[in-house]
């Protein structure tokens, strides 16, 4: 966008752009993925069905709250499970109680099968682009305190003790859409051999 502004000024004031920026732009060419092999057909009958479920929990019942799986993979009895969270100011928030159940699954999936469970930030992202970055750490990290497991934000102590766990960008690691798509794929052909 930046680029595609400065051309149009230089457009209108006559400057002539030089054959280096003209190399430098072409570099700057977005690539896209492949069609998606799965797609939404009907969003509107998708957004009504999870309104539906919304409906669940209503006032006056004592359960509250609730989550769900973001991507779950089996393939011959393995698991490769992904939640996706958002980054606010360069942290992500889990809320404890799925947390702590993401951390029985994964235990219990491994006594019996093999299982990867990978917790995924992002920011405004398009996963068409597969040099779109994300970061990422799978739950053996977290439970081996790799990723420190913080309920205060260490950056601002006027927040109180939160039910989440705050993670930080800094300790997961940075990859990029095409090679969350080649991790996933390296399970699938281990599945195979299993």
């Not at 999870?50 to 209503?58: P, Y």
């Not at 490769?80 to 993401?102: R, V």
């Not at 994964?106 to 995924?120: A, F, G, Q, R, S």
């Not at 040099?131 to 053996?140: K, Q």
């Amino acid at each position: 966008m930046v680029d595609e502004a400065q051309d149009l000024i230089n457009m209108i004031y006559g400057k002539k752009t030089s054959k280096q920026e003209v190399q430098n732009t072409s570099k700057k060419i977005l690539r896209k993925s492949s069609k998606a092999k799965y797609q939404i057909f009907d969003e509107s009958e998708f957004t009504r069905g999870r309104e539906v479920l919304g409906e669940i929990i209503v006032h006056g019942m004592m359960a509250s709250g609730g989550t769900d799986i973001d991507w779950l993979i089996e393939h011959k009895g393995s698991f490769i499970i992904l939640e996706f969270k958002g980054f606010h100011n360069d942290k992500i928030n889990i809320p404890q109680g799925q947390m702590i159940a993401y951390e029985k699954l994964h235990e219990k999936l491994n006594l019996v099968t093999k299982c990867y469970l990978y917790i995924v930030g992002c920011d405004d992202i398009d996963f068409s682009n597969p040099d779109s970055p994300i970061w990422i750490f799978e739950m053996s990290q977290w439970l081996n305190n790799i990723i420190p497991k913080n309920t205060t934000d260490i950056y601002d102590q006027k927040l109180n003790k939160q039910n989440k766990f705050i993670v930080y960008r800094e300790y997961m690691e940075e990859i990029n859409v095409e090679k969350l798509r080649e991790l996933i794929d390296s399970h699938w052909k281990k599945f195979e051999k299993l």
